[in-house]
């Protein structure tokens, strides 16, 4: 079973950047699409950015030119770099492992445990 573990959360100003990891593990990690959830208090987890196997990605509107997802099949790892965070992009962040089918992501049931980000002064 993969495990996936993220990491790089923490408290940032708005306007600040971080960069969160989530590494996998076990062989299978080149062959999957990865993605970044989060969910915020009170909502629903909500789709941030996805990566295919090949590198193509997509985004949600609300982080598009902000965030950007990438990986690094060697190290078995995804990452996003968040630019210009807002208050709003408060939530905990979830590492995700799952598939494209007709150019839709789709998530299998693989879920890192989360790392919290949160946007304040």
């Known amino acids: 079973q993969v495990q996936l573990v993220e990491s790089g959360g923490g408290l940032v100003q708005p306007g600040g950047s971080l960069r969160l990891s989530c590494v996998a593990s076990?062989?299978?990690?080149?062959?999957?699409?990865m993605a970044w959830y989060r969910q915020a208090p009170g909502e629903q987890r909500e789709l941030v950015a996805a990566?295919?196997?090949?590198?193509?990605?997509n985004y949600a509107d609300s982080v598009k030119g902000r965030f950007t997802i990438s990986r690094d099949n060697a190290k078995n790892t995804v990452y996003l770099q968040m630019n210009s965070l807002k208050p709003e992009d408060t939530a905990v962040y979830y590492c995700?492992?799952?598939?494209?089918?007709?150019?839709?992501?789709?998530?299998?049931?693989?879920w890192g445990q989360g790392t919290q980000v949160t946007v304040s002064s």
């Open positions: 076990g062989s299978i990690f080149s062959i999957n699409a």
């Open positions: 990566i295919s196997r090949s590198g193509s990605t």
């Open positions: 995700n492992r799952g598939t494209y089918i007709s150019g839709t992501y789709y998530s299998y049931d693989s």
